[in-house]
């Protein structure tokens, strides 16, 4: 731990600890990382110490690490299959629809018929969480029907 440390005691080591034990994701570590930088720019301003460290953090390693990330588990075929022998059902249509069409839940329910072009088989999502994710989103024949309904 740092907060029972003199700052000037502080080394690399103990920086790269803090890192390493943490368990963030890289964003938060580019965060962190900055952080530190101030510390050690007011700390050289004003003769608190003379070597700043944070430089020297590796954070790299943690480029590709996202601790909060969920694993998805997808649906099997037998399960997909299951799925289609209740296809009458408004749930299950449901269901079926956002299987074959990739999109977020919140983007399929805020769906307006405005949208949605079935001639052409395809809607548009206008609100989505990322600004990537504003698209055309082609239908599949095999649930074309579902829209229509």
Not at 128 to 149: C, F, H, Q, W
């Amino acid at each position: 731990m740092l907060y029972d440390r003199i700052f000037k005691d502080i080394r690399l080591a103990d920086l790269q600890h803090v890192v390493d034990t943490c368990g963030k994701n890289y964003p938060t570590l580019k965060k962190l990382k900055g952080l530190f930088n101030q510390l050690y720019e007011y700390a050289i301003k004003n003769d608190i110490c003379n070597k700043d460290y944070s430089e020297y953090v590796d954070i790299q390693r943690y480029k590709d690490r996202n601790p909060d990330k969920r694993d998805h588990n997808k649906f099997t075929r037998e399960e997909v299959d299951r799925l289609w022998e209740f296809k009458d059902q408004t749930y299950y249509q449901i269901v079926l629809m956002l299987i074959y069409n990739g999109c977020r839940i919140s983007e399929f329910l805020d769906l307006k018929k405005e949208n949605i072009n079935l001639e052409e088989q395809y809607f548009d999502v206008i609100s989505s969480k990322t600004e990537n994710g504003i698209r055309r989103v082609p239908i599949a024949d095999k649930v074309l029907p579902m829209y229509k309904a």
